[in-house]
C-alpha cells in the first residue's frame, strides 16, 4: 500500500472516531467502557495462551475477546482494540455467533471452533476491512498514548502528539 493510501485511511480513522464521540484524549481504564457503550452490550475479555489468534465473538448477550497473553503490554492493547475496531464498524458479527457454532459442531470444543472461523474470515489481511479496522486501532492507541502523556509536553515531537 502506497503512503498516500495510508495516510488517506489515516484521516478516514481519525474521522470515523471523532464522529463517534471518542476524545483525542483517552485516559488510562476509560477505552473498554465508551466501547460498550457504543457496541450497546457487554464485552469481556477472556485471557488465553500465546497459541490462540485473538478473536470476538458476539451472542445475544455481548462479546467475547480473546486476547493471548504478550510480552509488551502495547501489543497486547493494540490486538484487544483491533478486536475493539471490527466490534464498532460490525465486521463478521453474524457469521460466528458462540449459539451457532455451538449448534453447528456440537462434539468440538467452542474455543478450537472460535479460533478456526476467525482464521478463516480474515485471513485476508490485505482487505479493505482489515485495513479499515487496522487503521482505526492504531488511532485508538494513539489516543490511548496521549491520555499516559504527561499534561506538558516540552519535545516538538510529543507536542505533536498530545496535539491531536
Known amino acids: 500500500m502506497g503512503s498516500r493510501n495510508v495516510r488517506r485511511l489515516d484521516k478516514w480513522a481519525k474521522e470515523q472516531l471523532d464522529e463517534m464521540g471518542f476524545p483525542a484524549v483517552i ?5 473498554h467502557a465508551m466501547i460498550e457503550e457504543r457496541f ?8 488465553a495462551d500465546g497459541s490462540v489468534i485473538p478473536n470476538t465473538t458476539v451472542s445475544a448477550k455481548g462479546a467475547r475477546i480473546v486476547s493471548p497473553a504478550r510480552d509488551f503490554e502495547w501489543y497486547q ?10 466490534l464498532l464498524l460490525g465486521h463478521n458479527l453474524a457469521k460466528a455467533t458462540e449459539e451457532a457454532l455451538a449448534e453447528v459442531t456440537p462434539d468440538l470444543p467452542l474455543g478450537k471452533v472460535l479460533e478456526a472461523v476467525t482464521v478463516y474470515y480474515r485471513c485476508d489481511l490485505d482487505s479493505i476491512e482489515e485495513q479499515q479496522v487496522e487503521a482505526l486501532a492504531d488511532e485508538l492507541s494513539l489516543r490511548q498514548q496521549r491520555g499516559l502523556r504527561p499534561a506538558r509536553a516540552t519535545s516538538g515531537f510529543e507536542k505533536a502528539l498530545t496535539d491531536g
Not at 485516559?27 to 477505552?31: H, K, Q, S, V
Not at 450497546?40 to 485471557?47: F, Y
Not at 492493547?77 to 471490527?86: A, F, K, M
Open 27 to 31: 485516559a488510562p481504564g476509560e477505552l
Open 77 to 86: 492493547n493494540h490486538e484487544c482494540n483491533h478486536e475493539y475496531c471490527h
Open 40 to 47: 450497546g452490550k457487554g464485552i469481556s475479555i477472556s485471557p
